[in-house]
């Protein structure tokens, strides 16, 4: 059976936070270096290419709940949820502006 479309969005929240979380140091966290390297990547699109080092420290202490300089991946599913809720109030201010297709 086919994995639905909500399905391969979940395999694909994960296997993204593990394939930068592993890149240096705790292979379940995200440091700043990995977090931006995430964002500046998989999420172009919602990021300015005129982000700037204090606006992605920004982030970083927003995400960082328990203060461990590191990014969870609880941390991370928290920040794609907020993504996702944007999402949804530009839907609801743009109803004819579709979500695309997966």
């Known amino acids: 059976m086919m994995a639905r479309p909500l399905e391969r969005a979940l395999d694909t929240m994960v ?13 379940f966290k995200l440091n700043k270096a990995e977090l931006k390297e995430l964002v500046t990547k998989e999420l ?8 700037d080092e204090g606006s992605f420290q920004r982030l970083m202490n927003n995400l960082d709940s328990n203060r461990d300089k590191e990014v969870d991946f609880q941390e991370y599913a928290t920040f794609l949820a907020c993504v996702a809720m944007m999402c949804n109030e530009d839907f609801q201010d743009f109803p004819d502006k579709m979500p695309r297709k997966m």
């Open 15 to 27: 296997s993204t936070f593990h394939k930068y979380s592993g890149k240096e140091g705790d292979k």
């Open 44 to 51: 172009p699109s919602y990021i300015s290419k005129q982000t």
